[in-house]
């Protein structure tokens, strides 16, 4: 199987980012809609990752959903928040997430803890758990390609060990007539929690 991940760490200026880039007319005009330069910085650290795996932002697609793709028929997730930017590219469907670890995911945790509660533990680790199963959820979500899921009510993540730093996942929407399982990977780094996920065969 050949996956590939690609990290970067956003260093650079807007200007140095913008510099180093050539994109499509219509992401060049999705990059100018955007307010944030946080945002424009890390949609511009994504292109040099494209360079990194041997591709440009012309090789790159979006669906109707907003699911990227490559020209190749590569499968592509991306990811990025604050100063981290990652991809991930496969000749399988995947996703992956990148998150800062932060207070407020305990405050969210309702909107989608779901099954996991049962081995959840407030007292321990909960933050960086929380981060995980996010990850996952959110990796997931862009594997499927359905605005329908629930994080909490359709996607369950079982048990992990920080051991294997992976874990397995259990996609199930009776409205859309998928069952599915998943394998995750995670790990942390600089704050961040990183987290693919591969379709099991």
């Known amino acids: ?41 890390g949609f511009l650290s994504v292109r040099k990752l494209l360079i990194e795996a041997g591709y440009t932002d012309f090789d790159l697609n979006y669906d109707t959903n907003g699911k990227p793709s490559l020209a190749d028929g590569k499968h592509i997730s991306i990811t990025h928040s604050y100063d981290f930017s990652a991809i991930i590219v496969s000749s399988q469907n995947v996703g992956i997430d990148l998150e800062k670890q932060r207070e407020k995911i305990i405050k ?76 995750f990977h995670f790990e942390t780094f600089e704050n961040y929690t990183l987290v693919y996920a591969l379709e099991n065969e």
């Open 1 to 41: 199987m050949d996956t590939q991940i690609f990290i970067w760490k956003i260093l650079e200026s807007e200007a140095e980012l913008n510099a180093a880039v050539e994109l499509q007319d219509k992401h060049l005009h999705r990059l100018n809609g955007m307010l944030s330069e946080q945002h424009r910085k």
């Open 108 to 183: 969210i945790a309702d909107k989608f803890i779901g099954s996991e509660s049962s081995f959840l533990n407030i007292e321990r680790n909960y933050k960086e758990d929380l981060s995980v199963i996010w990850g996952a959820k959110e990796a997931l979500y862009k594997m499927c390609n359905s605005r329908s899921l629930s994080f909490k009510q359709d996607m369950h993540i079982h048990d992990f060990t920080k051991n294997t730093n992976q874990g397995t996942a259990l996609v199930n929407c009776k409205e859309l007539d998928f069952d599915s399982r998943f394998t």
